[in-house]
Nanobody, 127 residues
């Protein structure tokens, strides 16, 4: 079993930066890729970014490129989402997910392809 715990969310002013963390525990050796998704009230769950654990290959939603960066620290079993120049429209619950499936990078942009999910962390950006 894999457990994921997000942290780093909170209330932030527009224009500042936040770094979200997702710590994995349990059978972390089975993880092949990890991703970030977000969901605002009344909206569909939206893909943000994903990264493969060993190779470090990443994929981003087009709307996130340039401001958000995904990275991982293998020694800490942790994946990060660096969010710069935050905007009010970034307000959402951010979820971390993990999968043991090896596939093309586009595969990791789909939420249903992930097996494990964190509890989510709220990010609220004020204008």
């Amino acid at each position: 079993q894999v457990q994921l715990v997000e942290s780093g969310g909170g209330l932030a002013q527009a224009g500042v930066s936040l770094r979200l963390s997702c710590a994995a525990s349990g059978r972390t050796a089975i993880i092949y890729a990890m991703g970030w998704f977000r969901q605002a009230p009344g909206k569909e769950r939206e893909f943000v970014a994903a990264i493969t654990w060993n190779g470090g290959r990443s994929v981003y939603a087009d709307s996130m490129k340039g401001r958000f960066t995904i990275s991982r620290d293998n020694a800490k079993n942790t994946v990060y989402l660096q969010m710069n120049s935050l905007k009010p429209e970034d307000t959402a619950v951010y979820y971390c997910a993990a999968t043991g499936s090896a596939s093309s990078m586009s595969y990791y942009t789909t939420a249903s392809h992930y097996n494990y999910w964190g509890q989510g962390t709220q990010v609220t950006v004020s204008s």
